[in-house]
């Protein structure tokens, strides 16, 4: 019986207060999206991280007769200089770092040039002689190769020795600034549904306040006058909560594996398996906040 009349009091708010109620779970909604899409993005981060970084080469680039470096003088590496790159990269000093290493000569180089730039208007100035031959080093740790680049930079016919890695850190930090600015606008949402969450429990507690004396006079405990304020709270917030759990799993569904891992089936990006890590941790998180929100709201209610 006391469990009915609780429900009917939670039925009760909710029907004087629809429209707050329904704005509790729209920004409920929102900010754990934008809050779940973050750590999703935290999660398509590291995976991508792992996948690129241990495919990151050490790239050894030789002289052309191009190159603007000094050490190069305007002369192409000789044969003789390749082979000694060759075998100090397959020497007992280096071997022991490196998976495996591949050459890629002037016309390998112009064919990967044209395929990466082709359709654009300088694809056709370019000829094979001024493009770079290279080493193409696959390391064992990726974090070691600063052990290649010590070795064999400054050796003869070496124009410059690059770690692939430096490339990518730029967009992996783009990346995490994205994440972060996701964070951040989600936990200030986040603080807009918890005030939210507040002023709908207080206007409820308010119109709600000859009820409120009634129950005192006749010996109702705080617990049992709080319990159907508080359930009102976590009730809109887990409607809110369980649609951007739904949502989070729809986005990674059709728009990360449907779309994106469709185009791009060389990279690595986040699964089903992830977004049901997320959902059930943004669907927690909603019914704390709104919960702890809602008792705190009654509880400064009924001491004036």
């Not at 603007?68 to 075998?87: F, H, L, R, Y």
């Not at 002689?129 to 070496?158: C, H, T, W, Y």
């Not at 600015?181 to 949402?189: E, F, H, N, S």
């Amino acid at each position: 019986m006391r469990f009915g009349l609780i429900l009917k009091e939670v039925g009760e708010g909710f029907r004087r207060n629809l429209s707050m109620v329904i704005s509790v779970i729209l920004v409920t909604f929102i900010s754990l999206t934008f809050f779940g899409a973050a750590i999703l993005l935290q999660f398509q981060i590291n995976q991508m991280k792992g996948y690129w970084y241990d495919r990151a080469q050490v790239a050894v680039y030789f002289c052309t007769n191009v190159s603007p470096e000094t050490a190069c003088n305007g002369t192409e590496a000789s044969s003789d200089q390749i082979a000694a790159v060759k075998a100090a990269l397959s020497g007992t000093t280096l071997s022991p770092y490196i998976k495996h290493v591949d050459f890629e000569n002037h016309q390998q180089a112009y064919a990967n040039f044209k395929k990466q730039f082709s359709g654009t208007s300088f694809a056709s100035l370019v000829t094979p002689d001024i493009l770079s031959q290279a080493f193409r080093v696959n390391m064992k740790d990726p974090n070691q190769a600063e052990i290649v680049i010590d070795q064999v930079s400054g050796m003869p016919g070496v124009e410059q020795v690059t770690d692939q890695r430096a490339l990518l850190d730029p967009i992996f930090a783009i990346m995490n600034s994205a994440s972060y600015t996701a964070i951040g606008v989600a936990a200030l949402m986040l603080v807009a549904a918890v005030l939210l969450i507040s002023t709908t429990i207080r206007l409820s507690a308010f119109s709600r306040r000859r009820e409120l004396g009634i129950m005192r006079l006749v010996g109702a405990s705080n617990r049992f006058i709080e319990t159907p304020f508080i359930l009102e709270g976590v009730l809109a917030a887990l409607i809110g909560s369980v649609l951007a759990a739904g949502a989070i799993i729809a986005i990674v569904h059709f728009f990360v594996q449907g779309y994106l891992q469709t185009n791009n089936p060389n990279t690595a990006f986040v699964g089903i398996p992830d977004a049901l890590i997320v959902a059930p941790i943004i669907v927690v998180l909603g019914i704390a906040l709104a919960a702890f929100s809602a008792s705190v709201a009654i509880r400064r209610y009924l001491k004036v």
